[in-house]
């Protein structure tokens, strides 16, 4: 096996310049996004770094996983305890799990009883998905709480054109089976999007000192229905509810051990929303929301918790050089637990409520020149107020499309019910608070058929909350910088060829310590092709990731190594109702880790077929 540590960089980069060695043929649609300023706007005209994951990279990769479909974007750090179920986090640049904010259509999702009050989203499943959208940098001042790095946002496809529906069944390694069907289209004044997605498997062994396979099993249901009651005016249902049940590996006297224990987790949110414009000027949404967690274990241990939400957003419009968005936010959290045993604690019924309030100004007043800025100011039952803001500016030079951009924004991120009222808790802590700033430069080349982009970002957090060994409590403990460069290029060289390559350098450090943080890897690479071949009947992508040696301890004593994984997928129609096919993880068996102790995917794969009725 060739060594990562000195090929594993060389082999990105070189594929990079052969890859950028000769002109595209055909230049890509401008993707629009929402998340960024909650309006429709060009990607690249948005002043904060945005990555897009369409339904069709989804779909072309055959990826079922959630998780797996973040794990390539630049910025984006994924790591879990074991495949299939193990409890799974996600950072953004450098920072720490649970200041990422993952939502359903602008919606939060999260568990206020897990200990950082983030979802573990090791079971979300990909069907239904429209697009997800990932923000980078503090964006609080549009979603407040836990945005302190950035947001994903999981934006739920809407049923256009006439009805159709489809459906597929894959088998694979460990026994995997695969399934999911829906339907989607427009009559009338109804659309309509329903899918269902579901998987089994054996599994391996969640830790590396197991023997004995531990199964998985999840399956889950999305739901877009709306009606147009006017040309104006839509009301719609967003409805998502995933059930999984995971086997996993505990600790024994000597730590990890190969356990019997399981799990079953159920959430599910419901959003009922309003989008209504009654004038060319003006436009708003009402939504209401509500959402719930369930987490049961072996033991008898029994966690609850229910997030409620209602927002309203008006956009006001003047010609086509400024657009105000003022906003009101409303949530209440609640949880409680019980643990058996002598050792066990039961936590009634809590809850705490929120309230925010915010505006921001979208300003075109020079030709390519884009101008944003936007205060937030929200006040927590627990904490009182807490305000923040954000500002950024594009501009395009359309001589040469180039697209220099930059943001400064602050965030912040509450305290869980956990962190506030378990044992271990505290309910003085204070809320963690962040500040970050990038500045970026976006090249399109040859009509748009390579683009590349270049980003410099500082992130600075404080007050974060941590598990303070002298008090057995957690306490506002540490501050943490991190800063560094994001690259990448997206290349359609040929009808028959696309390439696109990322590289990450990330340094974050404890400012106490002057130490890395755990388990963030200075650099991280990805490259991917795309091969329509045979008049795209024959499909082929094979997509690389590469990541840097980190370390596994506070104290930098623990070093995990480097490595590189290769996946490949291929699908083939059949004809215009039937496609076949599968997808290949781990092309070289790579022997990685994500974190200690935990097991990784060798070689596998599956195949499966799917059926499409127009």
Same mark, same amino acid.
């Given at each position: ?62 990826? %079922? ?5 973040? =794990?390539? !974007? ?83 496809? =809407? ?216 205060? =937030? ?11 923040? %803001? ?6 395009? !030079? ?94 359609? !060289? ?32 990805? !490259? ?21 040696? =980190? ?25 215009? %109702? ?37």
């Amino acid at each position: 096996m060739f060594q990562i540590k000195t090929w594993g960089p060389a082999l990105m980069l070189g594929a990079l310049a052969w890859g950028l060695a000769l002109p595209a043929q055909a230049a890509s649609k401008q993707e629009m996004v929402v998340t960024a300023t909650l309006t429709q706007e060009e990607l690249d005209q948005v002043p904060s770094t945005t990555f897009v994951v369409t339904d069709l990279d989804i779909q072309e990769k055959a990826q %079922w996983s959630f998780v797996d479909a973040l =794990r390539d !974007l630049p910025g984006m750090y994924v790591r879990s305890n074991g495949p299939f179920g193990g409890v799974t986090s996600l950072s953004m640049r450098g920072t720490q799990p649970g200041q990422t904010l993952l939502m359903l259509d602008g919606v939060r999702l999260t568990d206020p009883i897990a200990p950082d009050g983030s979802l573990d989203i090791a079971s979300l499943l990909t069907g239904g998905i429209g697009q997800i959208e990932v923000v980078q940098g503090p964006q609080s001042t549009l979603y407040g709480s836990e945005a302190m790095a950035g947001v994903v946002n999981i934006i739920t496809k =809407r049923g256009q054109g006439p009805p159709s529906a489809w459906a597929s069944s894959g088998f694979g390694s460990y026994n995997t089976w695969l399934g999911a069907a829906g339907g989607q289209g427009q009559v009338g004044r109804f659309n309509f999007m329903l899918a269902g997605a579901g998987v089994t498997t054996d599994g391996i062994s969640k830790v590396q000192v197991g023997s004995e396979n531990d199964p998985y099993r999840a399956y889950q249901f999305n739901a877009r229905l709306g009606y147009d009651l006017n040309d104006h005016t839509e009301l719609y249902f967003i409805g998502y509810y995933n059930h999984a049940k995971t086997d996993y590996d505990g600790f024994g006297p000597k730590g990890l051990a190969d356990t019997n224990d399981n799990s079953k987790t159920t959430s599910y949110t419901s959003i009922l929303g309003l989008a209504n414009a009654p004038l060319p000027w003006w436009n708003h949404k009402l939504t209401i929301s509500y959402g719930s967690v369930d987490r049961d274990y072996q033991d008898g241990s029994t966690y609850t918790s229910h997030l409620t939400t209602a927002q309203w957003r008006h956009n006001l419009l003047y010609k086509d050089i400024n657009i105000l968005t003022l906003g009101v936010n409303w949530q209440q959290e609640q949880g409680e637990y019980s643990e058996p045993g002598v050792f066990g604690f039961t936590l009634n019924k809590k809850s705490v409520g929120n309230l925010g309030l915010y505006l921001q100004d979208q300003v075109k007043v020079l030709q390519g020149l884009y101008l944003l800025g936007g205060l =937030r100011q929200d006040h927590n039952d627990d904490f009182g107020d807490q305000v923040t %803001w954000r500002a950024g500016a594009s501009y395009t !030079l359309a001589a040469s499309d180039t697209v220099l951009k930059g943001t400064y924004g602050t965030g912040f991120k509450a305290p869980s019910l956990y962190q506030r009222y378990s044992p271990y808790g505290s309910q003085g802590l204070e809320p963690e608070k962040s500040k970050g700033w990038d500045l970026g430069v976006v090249q399109n080349l040859w009509g748009k058929r390579v683009k590349l982009g270049l980003t410099y970002f500082n992130i600075q957090t404080h007050n974060l909350i941590n598990f303070d060994l002298n008090t057995w409590k957690y306490a506002n403990l540490d501050e943490v910088k991190s800063q560094g460069l994001e690259f990448f290029t997206q290349a359609q !060289l040929a009808s028959w060829l696309g390439v696109d390559f990322s590289w990450t350098y990330t340094d974050a450090q404890d400012q106490a310590t002057d130490k890395d943080l755990a388990y963030v890897p200075r650099q991280k690479g990805t !490259l991917g092709l795309r091969l329509p071949l045979f008049k795209d009947r024959l499909l082929l992508r094979v997509w690389a990731l590469y990541v840097g040696p =980190r370390y596994a301890d506070a104290a930098n004593t623990q070093e995990v190594d480097a490595y590189v994984t290769v996946n490949a997928s291929a699908s083939f129609r059949i004809n215009k %109702w039937l496609s076949v096919y599968g997808n290949l993880v781990n092309l070289f068996e790579e022997d990685y880790v994500e974190i200690q102790g935990y097991n990784t995917l060798g070689l596998s794969g599956f195949l499966g077929v799917r059926l499409d009725l127009p």
